[in-house]
């Protein structure tokens, strides 16, 4: 978090960063599905990180990048990974068509990876996901 926040691109692109990793604290949470048939519940996701990028004109949330890190141990709990698919395939996805552009992203960054291989993860999205065409 701290490095993202000291990122040139971060602050030239003029991006907002909110902790929500807390269920308790934050009332942005997806609920999710999967696939079976029709559309079976399977519990609400709440993201670690939103970083968002506001149109300027108007001050409403233009874009949403979805971060979620976790640690080796929670990443292959079959609860998490069916969530993460549904935000990844469908959630994403279905709101970018309804907005009729990419509003909605998400990135995942495991403890697995280095520090340096995370912020370069996070570092290649920001730069690719929120400037604008």
């Known amino acids: 978090l701290e490095e993202v ?10 991006l907002e960063i909110y902790y929500n990793g807390d269920d308790n604290l934050t009332e942005f ?8 048939g029709g559309y079976q519940y399977i519990g609400s996701y709440t993201p670690d990180f939103l970083i968002i990028k ?5 001050k409403s949330i233009h874009k949403a990048l979805i971060v979620e890190t976790k640690g ?18 469908i959630f994403c996805g ?3 068509k309804r907005y009729a552009y990419k509003r909605f992203d998400y990135l995942y960054l495991e403890d697995t990876l280095t520090e340096e291989a995370r912020l370069i993860e996070a570092i290649k ?3 690719t996901f929120f400037v604008e065409e």
Request: aromatic share 10%; charged share 45%; proline share 2%.
């Open 5 to 14: 926040l000291s990122l040139k691109d971060f602050r030239d692109l003029k």
């Open 29 to 36: 949470k997806i609920r999710c599905y999967k696939k079976n």
């Open 54 to 58: 506001r149109d300027q004109k108007i």
């Open 72 to 89: 080796e141990i929670y990443a292959k709990d079959p609860t998490f990974q069916k969530k993460r698919a549904f935000v990844e395939n």
């Open 94 to 96: 279905e709101n970018n």
């Open 125 to 127: 999205i920001i730069k």
